[in-house]
């Protein structure tokens, strides 16, 4: 089974490299793998680029520099 972990990033700058850490590292149980969905919603911190350079296979980044907030109801 895989479990997907999503993590939305706006000017995570000084935290991005902790938290990818420590999702990368959590335990899952056996039998289980992890991909890892990092979404930049419009970053100018350069948070985008951080996540960009991460090269790691289960790790997918989104981002088109865009920042569209939350939805509004």
Same mark, same amino acid.
């Given at each position: 089974?895989? $479990?997907?972990? $999503? $993590? @939305?990033?706006?000017?995570?700058?000084?935290?991005?490299? %902790? +938290?990818?850490?420590? =999702?990368?590292?959590? @335990?899952? *149980? %056996?039998?289980?793998?992890?991909?890892? +969905? +990092?979404?930049?919603?419009?970053?100018?911190?350069?948070?985008?680029?951080?996540?960009?350079? +991460?090269?790691?296979?289960? =790790?997918?980044?989104?981002?088109?520099?865009?920042?569209?907030?939350? *939805?509004?109801?």
């Amino acid at each position: 089974m895989k $479990i997907s972990v $999503i $993590i @939305p990033v706006y000017n995570e700058f000084r935290t991005f490299d %902790q +938290v990818l850490e420590r =999702v990368r590292e959590a @335990p899952l *149980p %056996q039998g289980c793998s992890k991909e890892i +969905v +990092v979404v930049d919603d419009g970053s100018t911190d350069g948070s985008l680029k951080i996540a960009r350079s +991460v090269r790691d296979p289960r =790790v997918t980044v989104y981002g088109d520099g865009v920042n569209r907030g939350l *939805p509004h109801r």
